[in-house]
Every structure is written in C-alpha cells, then in structure tokens.
C-alpha cells in the first residue's frame, strides 16, 4: 500500500481524474439526454443506477483489459483490397465503429423527432418513451463505450490497478454530483438540447477517427492503419474536438441573446 502513495504515483492520479473529467464530458451529456426518455418520476434514479452500475462495470473492464491488453490488442482481421479498404481491425476497432454508429443515430433521430413533434413540451415523446430498466441498460451500455476511450487513454499513463480504479471512482462520484444539474438545467433551458445533441454527433465522428489507427497504435505497425479508397482513416485531435465543441457553445449563447433581443424588440414595437 505505501508503494502506491509515491509522488509518481500521485501525480499520475491528479492527471487521470483531470483526463477522465474532460472524456466524461460527453458521457454526462448523453447520460442527461438519454435519461429524459424513461417515466418522469423515475429520471433521477435512473440517472443513480446508470452511473453506479457504469462505474463498477468500468472497473472491472480496467482490471480485465490489465489482464488480456496484449490479446484484445492482436488484430483479428486484416483487410487486404488495395484502393478500396486496407488495415487490421482488432477489438478497439469494433468498439469504436460500434459506439460511433450507434451514438450518431441516437443523436440523428433525436433531432429529427424534434423537428417533426407536435408539441416541443413533450419531450423526448410517449412515442419514443423507454421503461427505466432499459434506459439503465443503455446508459451503461454507452457508458461502456465512452469508457473504453478513456481507459485506453489511461492505461497510456500508468498500469498501476489501485490508481486507474481510484480516477475512475472519483469520476464517477463527479458524475452523479453533476447529472441532476446538467439534467435540470437541460429541461429549464430546450434550445440546448439541440445543442448537446450536435456535440454527440461530433463525438460520434470522433469514435469513428478512434477506430481507423486502433489497431496500427496497439501493434506498433503502421501498415495496420484502415485507408478508405487510398485514404487513411487519421483521428480527430482532441484539441480541435474540444475548439469545435467552444465554438458551438460560443454560437449558441450569441444566437440565443440575439433571439432574446429580437424578441424585446418586437414586443416593444408591438406596445406602440
């Protein structure tokens, strides 16, 4: 135990809780999102149980990818069609295409449903509503594969067990601070929904990236890169996913103080 309060040790702790804080982000986005779609009252537990669960689950797949890293790593496939698709695919590819498909769908048919309801108080709609056992399922499904990033991500630092489980558990307990809040505020403030569901489109794109270079970074061999038609798949920089993210923030708050504006002014136009 004394080994794992080294000053190398805890310095790699500060970083991973600051890193699994930034990679949470969009996993709390969705969580907020995803959770509106279960029975009003049972919102907030959904949201508990979701996190709860996701975390416990992150650990063991820390602790299971500490054991098999060099196995999950192995591609299991290569594909060999000059000109059309070249590269490996091993199981962080899979993971990635997985997760990207499936989270920009999500976001597509969100904003489509928003643009075809009758009536915007209705929220995610009755049409589309879910039990909470199954939007828990998928909110540590998805979970699951935000985590998967980020784990990586992790085990790049350091493969000390006790302090990834510690970041990882403190995330988590920041996560259920800070769901309700976003949630709230999420329900008071609609025009942001559209918003968030944008990020996660772009964080589907980004999951897509992940999975071109998955398999070529494991192995150390560029020639596992996936080309599309003599293309390489190359990933978004987590610096330009973070400035498209302000600028959408920055573009909404401005749109939405010029809306408010237009309106005062009508109104004002209107009393005289």
Do not use: C
């Not at 702790?13 to 969580?31: E, P, R, S, T």
């Not at 509106?36 to 992150?58: E, M, T, Y």
């Not at 295409?97 to 969100?110: D, N, R, S």
């Not at 509503?129 to 790049?156: G, R, Y």
């Amino acid at each position: 135990m004394a080994d794992l309060l080294t000053l190398e040790n805890l310095g790699n702790l500060m970083v991973l809780i600051f890193l699994q804080a930034v990679l949470g982000f969009d996993n709390l986005l969705y969580i907020s999102i995803e959770s509106k779609r279960a029975p009003a009252d049972k919102q907030k537990s959904v949201r508990f149980w979701g996190i709860i669960i996701a975390v416990a689950l992150r650990v063991v797949l820390l602790f299971v990818m500490l054991q098999l890293i060099t196995a999950l790593s192995e591609p299991f496939y290569i594909f060999n069609l000059p000109g059309i698709i070249e590269g490996g695919v091993n199981f962080a590819t899979m993971v990635f295409v997985v997760g990207g498909v499936f989270i920009m769908y999500t976001a597509f048919k969100e904003i489509t449903h928003m643009l075809t309801v009758e009536e915007l108080g209705t929220g995610m709609g009755n049409k589309n509503a879910k039990s909470a056992t199954q939007v828990v399922m998928l909110i540590v499904f998805m979970n699951l594969i935000f985590s998967f990033d980020s784990v990586l991500s992790a085990l790049a630092i350091t493969k000390v067990f006790a302090v990834l489980a510690t970041a990882i558990i403190i995330s988590g307990i920041a996560m259920l601070a800070l769901a309700d809040t976003v949630a709230v505020f999420l329900e008071k403030n609609r025009m942001y929904e559209v918003l968030g569901l944008f990020i996660l489109l772009i964080v589907g794109v980004v999951l897509l990236g992940e999975s071109g270079p998955a398999a070529a970074h494991a192995m150390h061999d560029d020639a596992l890169q996936i080309k599309l038609f003599g293309h390489a798949l190359i990933p978004m920089s987590k610096s330009t996913f973070y400035f498209s993210i302000v600028v959408l923030v920055v573009v909404e708050v401005i749109q939405s103080g010029y809306a408010r504006k237009l309106e005062v002014e009508r109104k004002t136009g209107t009393d005289h």
